[in-house]
């Protein structure tokens, strides 16, 4: 997790992930930036995100970004 929201800082340096549960619905993180996020995820992780899991609900905490990570992470 701790890697995780170094790349989040590195896209996002103003916000604090590790208190934040609102990012989309509060404007925090707009849909370039989540766009930015996935394709680090992809690069960083090797995790490609469907879609259909692009919902503001896996976007609005770091850690419901991590657990979708982990949910698409190639064993």
Known sequence: M????????KIKPNVDFTKEQALVDDGLLESL???????????????????DEIIPDNFNSAEAMYELIEDFKEN
């Open 33 to 51: 930036d989540i766009i930015s996020i996935i394709s680090e995820v992809a690069e960083v992780y090797g995790v490609l995100i469907p879609s």
């Open 2 to 9: 701790e890697e995780f929201l170094k790349l989040l800082k």
